[in-house]
């Protein structure tokens, strides 16, 4: 039998900003990608002196790095991929993510001390296959998106102890099977399994009828909309319980495109619940609100249970629009204070002198802040910030510690 724990929390990080925030608000573990070889091409990345200095930073909090490197590769990549884990080897993070059996091959054969995690694109539905990556060398298993818990429980059954489940747990789901999706290519010649997606699932489609080119007609579903393939997000912050009892290891956030606003927000509410249920399942129950409420904080497109209590049907997809819900605005991340003890921002979104915006911390409060002085890195007032990317140093009336997160509540 295997020990009852609380499982890891996997947080994505976009950059070595948001992965320096995805540590400071409870992460135990955290995802990202190099400049190559990973499916997120779209994403700011880590260059190979960012991702060195993340790994380093992560190990001195205590917080394990495992690397992307899930591909569905070409003739053409392999060289390209030996290489790069050659490099990986240096740096030494926790773990490699991987989808191709040729790439797995490669990073047993150039970096075999470092853990090698399936990744879900590799299509992990059923124990048969799990087991068949353990005996290659494998100690962790991402699974299929299109698994029930039950399914889950299944394979936990079925499955050697030293073998780790890794499961989605929030964020944005796939409208193709595991991820694996052509239609990015036939539209716009942008390999999704090349981590070059155009997300075409989010895109609004009409009908053209082979005799009449150029008349275009519009594609209802039940008389709701157009984006037929547009899915809610997945979210399990109320079903903590159950994803422990399926005996899964390692909770998976996606959004490794996302803002540090929202990794923020989504790991902070995940750790809370996480250790409230550890402390006392009484007391997570009695928090739910509080989780429910902080979630729905960061961007998020209504949210869904996905395929984890069964087939999802109609309810589970938005038809008449793929914006998603945004509740705040996100300002900046504090990376440090000047002599005057001002903190220090790189600006996002644009904010004035006199505003009341929120410093969102750790530990769940969320202080208002006055903004009393905007000045520019030269010392000159400003009444706003107008200019994305700016360093800004800024009097608020309120404390501010390093790697928190500036937000104001968006406008209705």
């Given amino acids: 039998m295997r020990n009852s724990r609380l499982p890891e929390l996997l947080v994505p990080a976009s950059s070595l900003e948001v992965l320096k925030v995805a540590v400071n608000f409870g992460a135990d573990a955290v995802f990202i990608g190099g400049e190559v070889f990973g499916l997120r091409a779209k994403a700011k990345n880590f260059s190979p002196e960012e991702m060195a200095e993340g ?23 392999l060289e390209g991929v030996r290489v790069y884990l050659r490099e990986l080897r240096e740096m030494k993070p926790d773990a490699l993510i991987i989808a191709d059996p040729g790439v797995f091959q490669i990073a047993k054969e150039e970096c075999p001390e470092i853990e090698r995690h399936i990744s879900t694109q590799a299509n992990n539905t059923n124990y048969a296959t799990c087991n068949f990556w353990h005996q290659l060398g494998a100690s962790r298993i991402v699974t299929a998106r299109e698994l029930s818990l039950k399914e889950i429980r299944e394979l936990r059954e079925h499955i050697p102890d030293d073998l780790e489940l890794e499961t989605f747990i929030h964020g944005a789901m796939c409208i193709s099977y595991s991820g694996r999706c052509l239609l990015s290519n036939y539209l716009v010649g942008r390999d999704a399994n090349q981590g070059a997606c155009t997300h075409p699932c989010r895109w609004k489609y009409s009908v053209v009828e082979e005799t009449r080119p150029g008349e275009y007609f519009p594609v209802y579903e039940n008389e709701r909309g157009t984006y037929i393939f547009n899915s809610k997000d997945l979210c399990m912050i109320e079903h903590i319980p159950d994803l422990v009892e399926a005996g899964i290891d390692s909770l998976k956030i996606e959004g490794r495109m996302k803002t540090a606003l929202y990794v923020a927000t989504v790991a902070r509410t995940y750790r809370k619940a996480l250790d409230d249920y550890a402390k006392d399942p009484a007391l997570y129950l009695q928090n739910m609100s509080w989780y429910q409420d902080q979630i729905s904080n960061c961007t998020y497109r209504q949210f869904t249970t996905g395929f984890f209590y069964g087939k999802p049907g109609a309810e589970e997809q938005i038809y008449d629009s793929n914006t998603y819900i945004q509740e705040y605005v996100y300002l900046g991340t504090v990376s440090g204070r000047d002599e005057k003890g001002y903190a220090v921002v ?13 410093i969102m911390k750790p530990d769940g409060s969320n202080p208002a802040a006055l903004v009393r002085g905007i000045y520019d890195a030269d010392g000159n007032a400003q009444e706003s910030a107008p200019h994305s990317r700016q360093e800004l140093h800024l009097d608020l009336e309120g404390e501010t510690e390093l790697y928190d997160i500036l937000r104001v509540k968006a406008k209705a």
Wanted: glycine share 6%; charged share 25%.
């Fill in 55 to 77: 790994i380093r930073f992560a190990h001195e909090h205590g917080v394990k790095v495992h690397v992307t490197v899930n591909i569905l590769a070409h003739n053409s990549d």
């Fill in 346 to 358: 790189e600006q996002k979104n644009k904010f004035c002198v006199g505003d009341v915006i929120e």
